[in-house]
């Protein structure tokens, strides 16, 4: 089925250590964000990336890293996992504004 | 800053009743709003997507309205079933930004 892939579904990390979620898309839609989910918090977005080649910042940006590896993929880096860093974190991509956006089943990071 | 308000943050209601969802939000300056639907631990389903320019959206049970100017939106759910339980998030593309902004959700139990 078409859509948003991510890898892994579930992840555990001691405080320190580094890990990379992996997120593909095969409907060849130029946009893709990451966010994550908190209880209380709603959604929030930590890095999204217009078009193939750029990335820009979102409201929670700070631990974090992203690459767009190529139209399908963009990638998003713990360099040094914290407690504060547990959530599920979702990617999502939309080929423009108008046409809503997809998202994938998430991925559930937990940093003891 | 755009903010987008749910309410009531959790409803049950008895299997068969017609039900609306609300959201808010406080700059009207947007470009569409979308519905989406999240079951326990999973991902997000988009329901409905309605432009800036467009009154509402159908989709078999579900209507959504959309009246921009005063930053408002409905989510109704005709004949409500146990299947519809979820948590319902609406959420804002900004056309400042170019970023999608989510509500905290209504969380939706239906009773058999």
């Known amino acids: 089925n078409a859509g948003v892939t991510q890898t892994p579904k579930f992840q555990v990390l001691k405080t320190g250590q580094s890990m990379t979620l992996q997120c593909a898309q095969d409907?060849?839609?130029?946009?893709m964000y990451w966010y994550r989910q908190d209880p209380g918090m709603g959604l929030r977005l930590i890095y999204y990336s217009a078009s193939e080649g750029t990335t820009d910042k979102g409201e929670v940006p700070n631990g974090y890293n992203v690459s767009r590896l190529n139209k399908r993929e963009f990638s998003l880096r713990l360099e040094s996992a914290a407690p504060s860093q547990t959530s599920v974190y979702f990617c999502?991509?939309?080929?423009?504004?108008?046409?809503?956006?997809?998202f994938g089943s998430g991925t559930r990071l937990t940093v003891v | 800053k755009q903010e987008v308000t749910q309410i009531p943050a959790a409803l049950s209601v008895p299997e068969g009743e017609n039900l609306v969802l609300n959201c808010s939000f406080t700059d009207s300056a947007i470009y569409n709003l979308q519905w989406f639907r999240q079951d326990p631990g999973k991902g997000l389903t988009s329901l409905l997507l309605i432009q800036s320019s467009q009154r509402e959206q159908t989709s078999g049970r579900l209507n959504a309205s959309l009246d921009k100017s005063s930053g408002r939106s409905t989510l109704y759910i005709a004949a409500s079933q146990p299947g519809d339980s979820a948590t319902y998030l609406c959420a804002v593309f900004n056309n400042q930004g170019g970023k999608l902004i989510f509500g905290q959700g209504t969380e939706l139990s239906v009773k058999p």
């Open positions: 999502a991509s939309s080929t423009g504004a108008y046409y809503g956006y997809t």
């Open positions: 409907m060849n839609h130029n946009s």
